[in-house]
């Protein structure tokens, strides 16, 4: 879907110092190159421009299921029918590489989870303080 769809998107961007800050970490300081102030916002257009197709491709998912709020697993699937497969997995994955980079086995997960439960338990059986 295009923007033209929504009333257009004269009104919407994305904060240039954020998108000048990207570019600069991933065209490193010493690497010489340097972003036009032209290429940056034209970067700036496109990365809304896709923001909206997915958005919009999401939103369609939704109501097609009934759903109320778009979730994670709509924008999964916008991205796949988008042809943008490559992008599920990563966002997939930085999902669980939290749990994974904690270091501590399922035991130890699962006993921190079952000591804040009776935390909240305790707190909530005490009442107000």
């Known amino acids: 879907m295009s923007d033209r769809e929504f ?6 961007t994305l904060p240039k110092a954020t998108i000048q800050k990207i570019i600069t970490e991933i ?3 010493k690497s010489g190159l340097t972003f036009g102030k032209d ?3 034209l970067l700036i257009d496109c990365s809304v ?19 109320k709020t778009i979730a994670a697993e709509h924008i999964d699937k916008a991205l796949r029918e988008l042809g ?3 992008y599920v997995s990563e966002t997939r994955e930085k999902k669980t590489n939290k ?7 399922d035991e130890q997960l699962l006993q921190q989870q079952q000591e804040l439960f009776r935390s909240a338990t305790e707190k909530y059986n005490s009442g107000p303080a």
């Open 99 to 105: 749990l994974q980079d904690s270091g501590l086995t």
């Open 39 to 41: 290429a940056r916002d």
């Open 84 to 86: 943008f497969p490559e």
């Open 49 to 67: 421009e896709f923001i909206t197709l997915i958005s919009s491709e999401a939103n369609e998912i939704a109501e097609k299921e009934s759903k």
């Open 27 to 29: 065209l490193g300081d």
């Open 7 to 12: 009333g257009g998107n004269d009104d919407l």
